[in-house]
Nanobody
Framework: QVQLVESGGGLVQPGGSLRLSCVAS????????MRWYRQAPGKEREWVAV????????KYADSVKGRFTISRDNAKNTAYLQMNSLKPEDTAVYYC?????????WGQGTQVTVSS
């Protein structure tokens, strides 16, 4: 079955950086786009970024554009989210997502806390 496992979250000071990873299994990774979402306390889950199967298309939410970079390594079945210039408002649980054969699949999430 489809599995998505995120890692790389943690506590970081404002202005700092983190790189999140999402290791995928149970489907042909190279055939599917990958997405990152986040959910802050008391808020709805929001879309952050998407990357196409070949990395040719990358799109970002306005709130992270210019600070976050989505990428993927198809040889490692892994998607990444490089987060720079982090702000306290980036604090959230971050999830990777893949829509495989019309089914939404989510990882367990990784906590990112931006605080001094």
């Amino acid at each position: 079955q489809v599995q998505l496992v995120e890692s790389g979250g943690g506590l970081v000071q404002p202005g700092g950086s983190l790189r999140l990873s999402c290791v995928a299994s149970g489907f042909t990774f190279t055939n599917y786009g990958m997405r990152w979402y986040r959910q802050a306390p008391g808020k709805e889950r929001e879309w952050v970024a998407v990357i196409s199967s070949s990395s040719g298309i990358r799109k970002y939410a306005d709130s992270v554009k210019g600070r976050f970079t989505i990428s993927r390594d198809n040889a490692k079945n892994t998607a990444y989210l490089q987060m720079n210039s982090l702000k306290p408002e980036d604090t959230a649980v971050y999830y990777c997502n893949a829509v495989v054969r019309d089914n939404e699949n989510w990882g367990q999430g990784t906590q990112v806390t931006v605080s001094s």
